[in-house]
């Protein structure tokens, strides 16, 4: 990822961030921080809240939509997913960048129109799909991993955020990025099951992906646990990969330099050497690499990039189409789901 400083314009990027919810002010805290870049205007259906915003991070405070508009070189769109698109509308014909929290849109067809309007006006669009920048996935990404199975679990309690969409969009869709990036295949078949507990849509789901490719994926979300854990594990026939989202940390096994210990263990059991199989220490046997992390926060990573993207013109890291890939199979399994309601 390019470091912006390096590629400084003479002139600040303009940026703005609609809705100043949790999301929105941890955006405007960021920008704030990123040199060769200006918070020029915060925005919030709710008065107060851009107002608190703004206080709090020095920053203009936009009553009126059309206001931000000719202030702004990018934007933040981080409102809830039902009104996406209509805000993307917006700034995408006036040629303004867009970074759009995740999901894309509510469904693959209002995705899909986010992506042609882009393609249309040559904008910038970048999805928030912020795991993609944890150091962890970085850190794996360098391993060039080939995986043939992968488990992802994302569980917590309810924080009553985004429960506008159901589980599989509002939490899943995380996974569901970073598999079709690992997988670099089409998904050929889904299978999911599903409850709706507190509403309408689902709010535990399992889903399992299947890719033309061979490769396997098993999803499990749930927003309604008793304790927190996102974690992630590949499995490769050259290497077994373990993430732990939360914690930023990861470890690998790899096959060469291990295999032999481990059927020299075996070997000894079976010529009976080894009597208590209690007594051997696998961590002995199979070396356990932590993976090297890089110290930086995530959605720093994911706000450098969305700069550097627009003040050079590259593609970003998350495209748009990439964020409609994602929605488009969060459709699939919400359909392969079918009803959640508990009777």
């Known amino acids: 990822m390019s470091n912006t400083s390096s590629n400084k314009p003479e002139k600040p990027l303009r940026v703005g961030v609609i809705g100043c919810g949790r999301m929105g002010r941890l955006h405007v805290r960021v920008y704030s921080q990123i040199p060769g870049v200006k918070v020029t205007g915060v925005f919030d259906a709710s ?5 608190a915003v703004a206080t709090e991070f020095a920053a203009p405070a936009i009553k009126n939509l059309n206001e931000l508009f000719p202030q702004v070189d990018a934007v933040t769109i981080a409102v809830p997913t039902l009104s996406h698109l209509a805000i993307a509308r917006q700034c995408i014909e006036r040629k303004i960048a867009c970074l759009i929290e995740k999901p894309l849109a509510r469904d693959a067809a209002e995705a899909r129109q986010i992506v042609e309007l882009a393609q249309k006006h040559k904008v910038t669009v970048q999805v928030g799909h912020i795991e993609q920048f944890n150091p962890a996935i970085r850190a794996m990404s360098r391993l060039e991993i080939k995986p043939r199975f992968m488990e992802a679990t994302r569980i917590s309690p309810m924080t009553f955020r985004s429960i506008d969409v159901g589980v599989v969009l509002d939490m899943m869709i995380h996974d569901i990025d970073i598999v079709l990036r690992l997988a670099n295949s089409t998904v050929s078949k889904i299978d999911a099951v599903g409850v709706s507990v507190i509403g309408d849509v689902e709010d535990i789901c399992n ?3 299947t890719f033309a490719s061979g490769c396997v994926a098993n999803l ?13 594990r590949v499995f490769s026939p050259d ?14 096994i790899r096959k060469h330099g291990n295999i032999e210990a481990v059927r020299n263990a075996a070997a000894k059991i079976r010529r009976g050497e080894v009597q208590d199989l209690s007594k051997l220490n696998f961590q002995d046997l199979v070396h356990i690499e932590n993976l090297k992390i890089d110290d930086i926060e995530p959605l720093r990573a994911e706000l450098d990039a969305f700069v550097d993207a627009v003040n050079n013109g590259s593609t970003p890291v998350v495209t748009a189409q990439d964020g409609l890939h994602a929605v488009e199979v969060a459709a699939r399994i919400v359909q392969a789901i079918g009803p959640t309601t508990l009777s």
């Open 47 to 51: 008065p107060d809240a851009a107002a």
């Open 207 to 209: 889903a399992r992906l």
């Open 220 to 232: 499990t979300a749930s927003r309604i646990a008793m304790k927190t854990e996102r974690r992630l």
């Open 239 to 252: 290497a077994y990969v373990s993430i732990d989202y939360q914690k930023r940390q990861g470890a690998v």
